[in-house]
């Protein structure tokens, strides 16, 4: 985990929320709980490498594989 990409994003997220909360005090609750669930989850994406892991065709392999060999037997 990069410190400073995850430090830089949750500087990012907190300016968005002071940003756009004075506007979302008339809105309902769903929305606002929406507009930070999906901030976390951006919080949290900016906690792993992306561009190094693998991708799900990878998972599904490592994944299937015990089975397909079992298959074949």
């Not at 976390?40 to 994406?45: K, P, R, T």
Request: hydrophobic letters at 60%.
């Amino acid at each position: 985990m990069k410190w400073a990409a995850f430090l830089s994003t949750a500087f990012i997220i907190i300016l968005i929320i002071l940003y756009e909360w004075p506007r979302m005090k008339q809105k309902p609750v769903k929305e606002k709980l929406a507009l930070i669930s999906l901030l976390l989850i951006g919080l949290l994406l900016s906690m792993f490498n992306l561009q190094e892991m693998a991708g799900p065709t990878s998972w599904i392999e490592a994944l299937f594989r015990p089975l397909g060999e079992f298959m074949e037997r």
